[in-house]
């Protein structure tokens, strides 16, 4: 009697989780506001859904990609969005189908991981338009794109360059890809053209998200004697570690100032609302097409945040230069001579790496302190 | 920078980061010798960071950020224990449930403080300081007596914990409850009594556990904080032999795992971090066969955990 009792108890619990898991991201795409309706009086029948890696008030990289769907709404598109979606095929499959369902024919997935999610719906779904953010594979229906903001961290190295006393610099690290060593490479130029004699120490912590261990591997670092922290991970940690030890800081993704006030030096931004905007337009005028978009701070998709006033003194001169040189294209942070760590020349003199080359950058130049993880 | 001094750092960090495991490991202790096996750990401890920041944030308060943070542990564990020891439901399952529940509710919660900063009369109060003298004690000086009350008052209840199960008659009772409840409440123990206070008393710890990461460690709400920390807890109950003394070690040791891979990266020896994160959970499975195999009275689990106890079926 008891063993039953248990059973059917088990049973009932395991149908009620299961319910409510499953009903999980429906409703959360159902709070997503709706649009504007005076779109459907000019005909337009665009509808955008986007798929998050994040939540949208995350401080960081899904935040910053919601502000591009904020102004996708201001333009009189209607939009979905489903947060929290788990890097798996399945859920990325699960989580498009939902948005398709509720009339949307403009998919954007904004993480690396969500790459082969996509391919298989944007099969499945040839009226529907795709773009997938930071991945490489692409179709008749499916774009790609990401914004260059490696130029803007070669921007944040020449501040952090300026700043520092030690010579000594940190960066908090997430995985050993190549989208996390083309920044650490772009910001360790831009400090060695300020400060050749500034290394910057690397340390990756094998994750996206985790505040903790973030702290934890900032604070290594600090003790280690790093006066400056930057950092490729996705929430305040570091930079809260930082202040914390009455070092400096500089943020990604989003302006972080609030978060360590008396830390904050700048950081290297995306501009969302670029490309979004842009796209969705293309879409509104028929003129959408599958494209690679890569864009940066020509085009303003990345920039760097105002600098604080804890910078030193002559950097905003530095940085405009350089700002000034990478928009009107005189000027890019990846033109040799480039050394890597061991001192072999990789890049001759005066030649710009290509796109291509950037992109699937595995190496780490002079001035890193560090190994990529295997 | 001299070795002793850089070891000394090392462990500060590691204490710190193992601080809101140390709660909750007790936390869960307290649970299991009353037999009830608590896998909401992690629900408990995420209830307790959201409420323990958004109090913080609203009454800028630092005590009452603590008790409001174990009072929502202890909700936690009241649902449990309402299930489980009235209701007499699968702890199992209950537990799943709680970790789902808490980790949905401290969302909600959390979003209404998303990007605010603890107010400073509360990061203040728990600001690290150094106690003279003990502080300079080469090794541990730092990890000790360079840290934030908080961490302190940690250690403090895991030795106030090991005390009480020892050394008090109450203690003797919530023993016997975890072992042979029908033989406790044929002594005259109210089982249902000791069963409610301690697994409450185990959710109020969870809640602080949670609140330090929060409150004190980080400072700033962030989605998920424990990112999974109550899982390891579960399994370093086992690895503590249901110990709390023995749980400060298994919390600092954990503390010291992550730390250790930025200590590795730095003499650029390379250690997969996938191999690290296994090893809380290999030394539980061999602690598990050790104390299987050995059959010490003292390292045994509580005889009947996971059982509810039916007084009509003895």
């Known amino acids: ?374 | 920078m001299d070795i002793l001094n850089e070891i000394s750092l090392f462990l500060q960090t590691s204490v710190q980061m193992g601080t809101h495991i140390l709660f909750a490991i007790v936390g869960g202790i307290i649970c299991e010798r009353v037999g009830n096996m608590n896998l909401g750990i992690e629900g408990m401890m995420l209830m307790g960071a959201a409420v323990g920041f958004s109090t913080a944030c609203a009454t800028e308060n630092p005590l009452l950020a603590v008790l409001a943070a174990g009072a929502a542990g202890m909700i936690g564990a009241l649902i449990y224990a309402v299930i489980t020891v009235s209701f007499r439901g699968n702890q199992v399952v209950t537990g799943l449930v709680l970790t789902i529940f808490g980790t949905g509710v401290a969302g909600f919660i959390g979003k209404s403080v998303s990007g605010n900063i603890i107010p400073q009369s509360v990061s203040e109060a728990f600001a690290p300081y150094s106690i003279p003298v003990l502080s300079d004690i080469p090794i541990i000086g730092k990890a000790l007596f360079d840290q934030s009350f908080y961490v302190q008052l940690a250690i403090i209840v895991a030795v106030l914990a090991y005390f009480y199960m020892k050394k008090t008659k109450w203690g003797l009772n919530m023993r016997s409850v975890g072992e042979n409840p029908a033989a406790a409440d044929a002594s005259g123990i109210n089982v249902t009594l000791y069963k409610y206070v301690h697994i409450l008393a185990g959710g109020f710890l969870c809640g602080m556990g949670g609140a330090y990461l929060s409150v004190v460690f980080l400072t700033t709400w962030q989605d998920n904080v424990t990112a999974g920390a109550g899982w390891i807890a579960v399994a370093l109950i086992i690895f503590s032999t249901w110990n709390p003394l023995k749980a400060i070690l298994a919390a600092y040791l954990f503390g010291m795992l992550k730390g250790l891979n930025f200590k590795m990266q730095g003499w650029g020896i390379q250690i997969p971090s996938q191999f690290l994160e296994m090893l809380p959970y290999v030394a539980t499975v061999v602690v598990l066969i050790f104390i299987t195999l050995r059959k010490k009275k003292e390292h045994q689990p509580p005889k009947s955990l996971g059982n509810p106890y039916f007084r009509e079926e003895r």
């Open chain 1, 1 to 374: 009697m008891k063993k039953k009792l248990l059973a059917a108890l088990l049973a009932a619990t395991c149908l009620f989780t299961g319910c409510a898991s499953g009903s999980g991201s429906s409703t959360d795409s159902q709070n997503a506001p709706a649009g504007d309706t005076n779109n459907a009086a000019e005909g337009n029948t665009v509808k955008a859904g986007f798929v998050y890696i994040g939540k949208i008030d995350d401080g960081g990289y899904t935040q910053a990609h919601d502000a591009g769907r904020k102004a996708v709404e201001a333009m009189g598109v209607e939009t979905a969005y489903i947060e929290d979606v788990p890097e798996t095929v399945s859920d990325t499959c699960e989580a498009i189908r939902t948005l398709i369902e509720e009339g949307c024919n403009l998919i954007y997935t904004n993480s690396f991981g969500f790459m082969d999610g996509t391919v298989e719906m944007a099969k499945e779904y040839p009226d529907v338009k795709f773009a997938h953010c930071s991945g490489y594979q692409r179709s008749d229906n499916m774009s790609t794109y990401f914004g260059k903001v490696y130029q803007a961290r070669y921007l944040s190295g020449i501040v952090a360059g300026m700043k520092t006393q030690a010579n000594h610099i940190g960066y908090v690290a997430a995985k050993g890809i190549p989208e996390v060593i083309r920044g650490i490479n772009a910001f360790t130029l831009g400090v060695q053209s300020v400060n050749p004699d500034a290394t910057v120490e690397v340390v990756f912590t094998d994750t996206w998200y985790d505040p903790a261990v973030e702290k934890q591997a900032a604070l290594e670092l600090l003790n280690k004697g790093v006066d400056v922290i930057a950092q490729h991970q996705d929430t305040t940690a570091p930079q809260i570690a930082a202040q914390e030890k009455g070092a400096f800081c500089i943020g990604y993704n989003f302006p972080t100032a609030d978060a360590a006030p008396e830390a904050y030096l700048t950081a290297a931004c995306f501009n969302w609302p670029t490309f979004y905007t842009d796209d969705v337009q293309r879409a509104i005028d028929g003129t959408w097409s599958s494209r690679a978009y890569w864009e940066g701070l020509a085009a303003n998709m990345t920039y760097l945040d105002d600098l604080s006033a804890l910078c030193a003194e002559g950097t905003k001169e530095k940085v405009d230069a350089a700002r000034d040189a990478i928009i009107s294209g005189e000027f890019e942070p990846f033109t040799g001579p480039l050394y890597d760590q061991d001192g072999n020349l990789k890049v001759e003199d005066g030649v710009k790496m290509t796109d291509d080359e950037i992109w699937n950058m595995s190496w780490f130049v002079k001035g890193v302190v560090g190994t990529i993880p295997a």
